[in-house]
């Protein structure tokens, strides 16, 4: 498998335009993480899907924040409209099913709202 | 909430020299623990996992980490720093019930001094 992928690597993009970030997790995978890592604020969970379905999206910071997962192979993250506070590192992983299964990381796609 | 304490947001120590960053969860049921590391403009890694099968845990690299119970610790240790050892490496939580909410500490800073 090749791992998470997760897709564009990098984007620069104007204050108040919409921001999509992609992931497709490991196959077989029945749960996906979104996190969102900065310098002053570390690693955040913003929203986490099992089978599909968003369990917990306490960590999505406002309305301006959307997340899908419209089937096993493909997530979505939506900002819109983006600010510059939004820059961030964002990480995309999966788990596969039981508590101790460890999760996979992406390599991230590193934001910039200017 | 369950969660991980990370002390010491930065850690130096000479090549060579034992390595120790510390994890404290918070929780009076024993959850399943994680320890990851993150090289520059790189996704995370998992170094180890503790399941409960055993309290001291063997992982990549040459790092172990010890589950304590009596002091809710999972501290991460590796006898002797090499400079390849250099990154951030975050200790993370999933409860031992409920939902699988996989939550990370706040990193520690891992510096090798020549």
């Known amino acids: 498998d090749a791992g998470v992928i997760q897709s564009p690597r990098h984007e620069v993009t104007e204050m108040g335009q919409e921001v999509t970030l992609r992931c497709k997790p490991i196959?077989?995978?029945?749960?996906l993480f979104w996190y969102r890592q900065t310098m002053m604020r570390g690693l955040e969970l913003l929203i986490y899907?099992?089978?599909?379905?968003?369990?917990?999206d306490s960590g999505m910071p406002e309305d301006r924040f959307s997340a899908k997962m419209p089937n096993a192979s493909f997530s979505t993250l939506k900002i819109q409209p983006s600010e510059p506070r939004d820059s961030a590192v964002y990480f995309c992983?999966?788990?596969?099913?039981?508590?101790?299964?460890?999760?996979?990381f992406g390599q991230g796609t590193r934001l910039t709202v200017v | 909430a369950q969660s991980v304490t990370q002390l010491g947001s930065h850690v130096s120590v000479s090549e060579g020299a034992l390595v120790l960053l510390r994890c404290n969860y918070s929780?009076?049921?024993?959850?399943?623990l994680f320890w990851y590391v993150q090289y520059p403009n790189q996704g995370l890694q998992l170094l180890l996992k503790?399941?409960?099968?055993?309290?001291l845990v063997k992982g990549i690299n040459g790092f172990e980490a010890e589950f304590k119970k009596s002091e809710t610790s999972f501290h991460l240790t590796k006898p002797s720093a090499h400079m390849s050892d250099a990154a951030e490496y975050f200790c993370?939580?999933?409860?031992?019930?409920?939902?699988?909410?996989?939550?990370f500490g706040t990193g520690t800073r891992l510096t090798i001094i020549p």
């Open positions: 992983a999966s788990r596969d099913r039981g508590l101790n299964t460890e999760a996979f």
């Open positions: 196959s077989g995978h029945n749960s």
């Open positions: 899907f099992n089978n599909n379905v968003p369990i917990d």
């Open positions: 929780s009076s049921v024993p959850p399943y």
């Open positions: 503790y399941t409960s099968a055993a309290t």
């Open positions: 993370a939580v999933i409860p031992n019930f409920g939902n699988e909410k996989l939550t």
